[in-house]
């Protein structure tokens, strides 16, 4: 075992500098002294600053990255391209209104409507991925939030973390394959897949404390922009 003085070091040099970028990036977007793309921009000029420092720099995976991100890049965008679309077409056919009389026909409580949706995104996350289930099927909850009273920011931190499970749930669960990926042979699918059933389990968990306490989720964006009100 390395001695603490080396493993302290080791994290100075390695998950601090990482920590104060993304503090930086995301502080200076939430304190608005930086857009969304102004404040991604310092980030990929602090991501190339570590790279020099940490003499990783070079001209390969400096194009190598740049490839990367536009190749993600052009993926999202077509998403949205195709989001918008989707979301423009169902609604002109009236598809929000439908959904909105059947949904409230079923005379639902604001808690039974939340459960309903997070089980609905919670299957979708079983043969779709989080961009999908993102982009296409969750907008068609969005005009149910007024209707029902629900805070659209509670909202979203419960989709977000139901989407967690997308990664965790066979037969697409992409947390599996990666390690899968990179373990190779080391390791047989099917036991990975009953490892993460525990941290399944803590993702499902940490929404029904959530729920139960909504302040876990609320108190900042209460705190920074004012308490919402329906």
Known sequence: MPPPKEIYWNLLVSFVPLTVLFALVLGSILGGLATPAEAAAMGA?????????YRSMTWTKLKESVFLTAKATAMVCWLFVGSWTFASVFSYLGGHDIIAHWVGRMDLEPWEFLV?????????????????????????????????GVNPYFFAMLVALNLQTSF????????????????????????????????LAIVILTMVLMYQFPGIALWFPDYLFGEYIP
């Open 45 to 53: 000029m602090g991501g190339i600053v570590l790279a020099v420092l």
């Open 116 to 148: 309903l949706a997070q089980i609905i995104i919670f299957l979708l996350g079983w043969p779709l991925e989080w961009s999908e289930i993102l982009i296409i099927f969750v907008p068609i909850f969005l005009p149910l939030l007024e209707v029902f």
């Open 168 to 199: 965790l749930t066979p037969p697409l669960a992409m947390s599996a394959y990666y390690l899968k990926g990179v373990l190779k042979n080391q390791i047989e699918l099917m036991e990975i897949f009953r490892g993460i059933m525990p941290y």
